[in-house]
C-alpha cells in the first residue's frame, strides 16, 4: 500500500514538474518573440509560427501563410516597434499543445510620431520537434484611459 | 500479430468516433448559443460559461463573473440580435477542453436602426458534468468590404 502511494505522488510530482518544465519553455518563447520585434527581427518572429498557423488582427480575415508573413515582415514599413511585452495570465499545457492568456502593451514609432498600445490575447500553442510555436494567435485591445 | 493490430485499429476507430461525437456535442453548443442571442434569452448565454470564464470583448479589460454576466446580459439594452451564426473551421477536442476557431456574424436592432457585423473568434471549450462549456471566448471584427 505505501509503495502504491509512493508511486502514485511520484508521478503526480513527476507531470506536475513537466508540467512546469514546459510553463517555463513557453515563457521563454513569449519574450523571445517581443525581443525580436523590438530589435526588428522580422523573419524571426514569423519562424514562432507553425507551418499551418493562423492570426486573427483585427479588421482582417484570418491570416495564414503569405499573409501572416507580410503581417508580421511586410516589404514597405515605416513603423518600428520600440517597445513590446506580454504578461501571460495562465498557460495550460495538455499534451504538446496548451492555450495561453494574458496581456500585450507596446509602443511603436515611425521616427516623428509615436503610439502606445495596449490589449489582450489568446494564443494555441504547439510543440513542433521539441519546440513550442504558435498555432493561433488573436488579440484586441484595451481601450486607453 | 494480427490480433494486436485489430486491437490497434480498435482503439484508433475508436477514438476517432468519439473525437467525432465530442465535436458534434460542441457544434451543439455553438447552435444554441446563437438560438438564444436572437430569442433573447440572455441569461441562457450567460450560464454557457464556465463559472471561472473569461470574455475578451473589443476595447475593455478581460471580463469576468459580474462583468461578463451584464457583459450578455445587461439590464437597459435597447439593441436585440436579430440574426447570429457560428460558423467553426476547426474543433480540436484534447481529452475536457477543446479548441475552436471560426467565424461569426450577425444583425442588431434597436427598432429603428440595424447594423451587421461579422467577426473571427477562438473560444476555448471546457467539458463540466458532461456538457461543454465556454472557458475563453476571444473575437474581433472583419471589416465590411
Redesign the interface.
Known amino acids: 500500500m505505501r509503495i502504491i502511494f509512493s508511486i502514485l505522488a511520484l508521478s503526480f510530482f513527476t507531470a506536475m514538474h513537466a508540467q512546469d518544465k514546459e510553463v517555463k519553455a513557453i515563457k521563454e518563447q513569449v519574450r523571445k518573440f517581443s525581443n525580436y520585434l523590438m530589435t526588428d527581427q522580422r523573419a524571426e518572429v514569423v519562424k514562432m509560427y507553425t507551418s499551418d498557423a493562423?492570426i486573427?488582427?483585427?479588421?482582417?480575415?484570418?491570416l495564414e501563410d503569405d499573409g501572416l508573413a507580410n503581417y508580421w515582415n511586410p516589404e514597405n514599413r515605416s513603423w518600428k516597434t520600440t517597445y513590446h511585452k506580454v504578461t501571460p495570465?495562465e498557460i495550460?499545457v495538455?499534451?504538446d499543445?496548451a492555450?495561453d492568456?494574458g496581456?500585450y502593451e507596446g509602443s511603436s514609432s515611425n521616427g516623428d510620431r509615436s503610439s502606445d498600445w495596449k490589449g489582450?490575447?489568446?494564443i494555441?500553442w504547439r510543440k513542433v520537434d521539441g519546440e513550442w510555436k504558435i498555432y493561433?494567435d488573436?488579440?484586441?485591445?484595451?481601450?486607453a484611459e
Chains 1, 2 share one sequence.
Do not use: A, H, Q, R
Open positions: 493562423k486573427f488582427p483585427d479588421g482582417t480575415d484570418i495570465v495550460k495538455i499534451g499543445e492555450y492568456y496581456y489582450k490575447y489568446v494555441i493561433l488573436i488579440w484586441n485591445s484595451i481601450k
